[in-house]
């Protein structure tokens, strides 16, 4: 079982930076690969980006590429999402989960998940 908390989400302005951070509970954290997904309002949710349990592999949606970096720290249980260079696209609810699997790019792929924070980015 492992349970995830988000923050440090926000209201920024286009251009800024901000950094999620989602802390898990659990001594399994490192075997599992973790993602953030987003959901803006009216939108299905979307894979933003993942990380492998050892934290040497990632992978990005194309969106974010180049703009965000996820990145974790077994030793704290804790996986971070680096947002950057921000725009008003990037506005939703952002949710980071927990995969057993690597490479997931689909919220059915991910057995747990947090209950999100919220990132808006205004014009």
């Known amino acids: 079982q492992v349970q995830l908390v988000e923050s440090g989400g926000g209201l920024v302005q286009a251009g800024a930076s901000l950094r999620l951070s989602c802390a898990a509970s659990?001594?399994?954290?490192?075997?599992?690969?973790m993602g953030w997904f987003r959901q803006a309002p009216g939108k299905e949710r979307e894979f933003v980006a993942t990380?492998?349990?050892?934290?040497?592999?990632?992978y990005y949606a194309d969106s974010v590429q180049g703009r965000f970096t996820i990145s974790r720290d077994n030793g704290k249980n804790t996986v971070y999402l680096q947002m950057t260079s921000l725009k008003p696209e990037d506005t939703a609810v952002y949710y980071c989960?927990?995969?057993?699997?690597?490479?997931?790019?689909?919220?059915?792929?991910?057995?747990?998940w947090g209950q999100g924070t919220q990132v808006t980015v205004s014009s």
């Open positions: 989960a927990a995969s057993q699997r690597w490479l997931g790019l689909r919220d059915s792929e991910y057995e747990y």
């Open positions: 659990g001594r399994t954290f490192s075997s599992y690969a």
């Open positions: 990380i492998k349990w050892s934290g040497g592999n990632t």
